[in-house]
C-alpha cells in the first residue's frame, strides 16, 4: 500500500477537482492541516472559497457535500477499494461533516444515508472517467511536489483539465 502522504494527496486532491467543477474557487490544497476551529488535526486540507452564497440553498449544500465526498472516493478509487467512508477511520470527520449538510437535504436518518451512499456511487463513476481522473492525479502530483498549492497554482493545473 502506498504511504499515507501519497493518499492524502489523492483525498485532497479529489477534493479540489470537485470543488473547482462545481464553480469554487480553490484557495489551497495542502498536506499536514493542524487542528483549528472547524477541524480537528489531519493529513492534509482543501480550502474551498464557494462565493457569495446562499448557505442554506439546497444547491449549495449539494455542492458541498459532493465536494466534500469526493476526497474519500478519489482515495477509494487510488486505493482499489470500496470503503464506506462513515466506518474507515480516516474518513469518518468527512462522512460526518457531509452527514451534517446533508440534513437541510433530507431529514431522516435513514434516507440521508441512502443519499449519502448515493452520492458516493455517483461520484465513484464521475472520478473514475479517464479526464477527470488525469485531473486528480495531476493536482495529485503537484501537491506530493510542492506539499502546499495556492489559488494561482492549483487554477493553472486545473483549468487545463475541467473548463468553467
Known sequence: MDDDE??????????????????????????YAEADDWLPERFGDCHVNWGRVDAHSDWQVQREVLTILAGPVAEMIYRGEKLHPATFGPWQHDW????????????????????????????????????CWA???AVSDELLAHEYLDAEQLAETLSFWIRS
Open 135 to 137: 485531473a486528480i492525479a
Open 6 to 31: 501519497t493518499l492524502t494527496a489523492y483525498h485532497e486532491a479529489g477534493h479540489a477537482v470537485v470543488g473547482f467543477a462545481l464553480g469554487g474557487e480553490i484557495e489551497s490544497v495542502g498536506l
Open 96 to 131: 460526518a461533516w457531509a452527514w451534517r449538510r446533508g440534513e437541510r437535504l433530507m431529514r431522516d436518518p435513514r434516507r440521508r444515508t441512502q443519499l449519502l451512499e448515493s452520492v458516493v456511487v455517483l461520484l465513484h463513476h464521475h472520478l473514475s472517467d479517464d479526464l
